[in-house]
């Protein structure tokens, strides 16, 4: 057995964590709570500054764990990469979004195994767990680190592990969501899954290859991408047909194999799965190939928030009245319910597209009190008044917060388009629309 696995066995390793977001914190915690000593690495001093403190700044992660293994010396945060040195095991999770032609922009990655080699040293183990493009590990990563003098598979050991957090998932959290790991040698692939092994409550699956371990991730959201692309499609043709949608979705979920229910909505968010597909895209042209089907569902999800807009127009014209200069009151900004997360919201889009279009948007979400857009702040209503739902000519619901009283919203909107079925409950339904 490497001294470095038995190490790990013994908890008398130190593990470090680049990034310090959605993936980076909990991940560091986790890895805190199951014993080890942890040094966070980030670019931005206040999150440096928050961890230090043990303030929390994430929704999944658990004040109180965090206040804890802060003060236990078990959790450390430092925009210092020096400090490397004194790690045993890093795993990176930094960004990886698009740039401004939808291209990969894999600098976050970059940046920091350029900022990590100096301190690579003999015996270390380097995890990536942002998600990229199948031969990002091998292709990108690995020239980088061995620009140390050391040998990967050698000296250092290398692997590529998925990250999968739900943000706002009750049940699966970091700690119990099973693993997968792809090293660039069997020994890699061993050492990082041990790991895993000693910080999480889930089985490890063990892959052949880093770029198997990435496209494996493509592939989870990718998957999700297609088949809300697909129900998006079939929702507005029900619109059309007369068809509503949501109750066919229910019919087929009767069925107990062979169908997993998706649902429409106003357009895809997150930072993931609107962009991963992109990044498989991108790849596969260096193969001369056209990844025809997600790039359809993308355009098809690309257009929601357009078509949530003309619905819009559509439910006001039935009243006899025009969205130019139409009060609307948009309820959720959030990319899904119950997280505080607007990255790539369709809702911010559904927004932009009704104020194009002379509407005067206000906004209510429980979670976020107000967000940037194209450089600017915009706030939204204190709380969610019967005065504020009488006042709006429509209210237009695109994130199915559960902090929502439903029945209130109903009880005082004049007209309500609901672009998530969130009022299914509400048994008076004259004044609402459905996607
Ligand atoms: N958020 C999710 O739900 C989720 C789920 C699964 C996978 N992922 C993937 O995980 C990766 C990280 O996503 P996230 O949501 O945690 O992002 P995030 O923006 O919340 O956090 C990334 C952190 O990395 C820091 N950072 C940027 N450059 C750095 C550098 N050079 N050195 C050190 N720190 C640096 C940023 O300051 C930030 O705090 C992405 O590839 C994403 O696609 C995210």
Redesign the pocket.
Known sequence: MSALKQRIKDRSVTLGV????????PLAVEKAKAGFHVIG????KE?VDMVNRGHNY?GDVVNHDLEEIVRSGHLKATMD?AAVASCDCVCI????PLDEHQQPDIS?VR??AE?ITPYVHKDMLIIL????YPGTTEELLRPILEKSGLVCGVDFYLAFS??????GNAIYKTRNTPKVVGGLTPECTDIAATLYEAVLEAPVHRVSSPAVAEME?ILENTYRNVNIGLINELAILCDRMGINIWEVIEAARSKPYGFQAFYPGPGLG???IP??PYYLSWKAREFGFHTSMIESSMVINDRMPEYCCQRSMRALNEQKKALNGAKVLVLGVAYKQDID?Y?ESPALRVIECLKHSGAEVSFYDPHIPRYRYENRQYEGLPALTADALEQSDLVIITTAHTAVDYDFVADHARLIFDTKNAMKNVAYRDNIRLL
């Open positions: 680049v990034g310090l977001g959605y993936v980076g914190l690495f980030d670019v931005q999150k994430i990469f999770a930094v960004p990886t976050y940046s920091s900022s767990e942002s998600t990229t998925p990250e999968r957090v739900d943000p991730k997150g930072h993931c962009l991963d997360d990255r």
